[in-house]
């Protein structure tokens, strides 16, 4: 059982990329969304057949592309760029929790969720509807 273990995860491969590494679809999107950061740091995961690319920018900025170099969580200490926000995601929050910023997005589990400053998560479906709030 120890040994079937040991074989499943050591399949789990993490490999820090190079500037000429990174896929092209990943700094077009920084350099659209994020141009006045740099990156840090960025690493290639590979989980059995999964692959997600992991990157950190300036200002401690996270980004989590899937194997399709689809952005698919953000993670940030300041309000996250309007067009990394769908906009039915950013009216909900403009009409209901007005003054507060979107410091994180992801899509994890066939859902969208973001998290405000203050801490509040709340969850959509990935058409942008609203589901739930978490205090």
Request: proline share 3%; glycine share 4%; net charge negative.
């Amino acid at each position: 059982m120890a040994l079937g273990f040991s074989s499943l995860t050591s399949c789990d491969i993490e490999e820090v990329l190079t500037d000429s590494e990174i896929p092209a679809e990943i700094k077009s999107f920084i350099t659209m969304h994020f141009p006045d950061h740099d990156i840090l740091h960025a690493v290639k995961d590979k989980e059995g057949i999964t692959k997600a690319y992991d990157i950190i920018l300036e200002d401690n900025i996270q980004l989590e592309f899937n194997k399709n170099l689809e952005i698919i969580s953000i993670d940030a200490m300041h309000k996250l760029p309007n067009e990394v926000v769908p906009e039915n995601i950013r009216a909900y929050i403009a009409a209901n929790f007005a003054g507060h910023t979107i410091t994180e997005w992801e899509i994890e589990a066939g859902i969208q969720q973001i998290e405000l400053e203050n801490g509040i998560e709340i969850d959509f479906t990935l058409e942008g509807e609203f589901i739930k709030i978490k205090y």
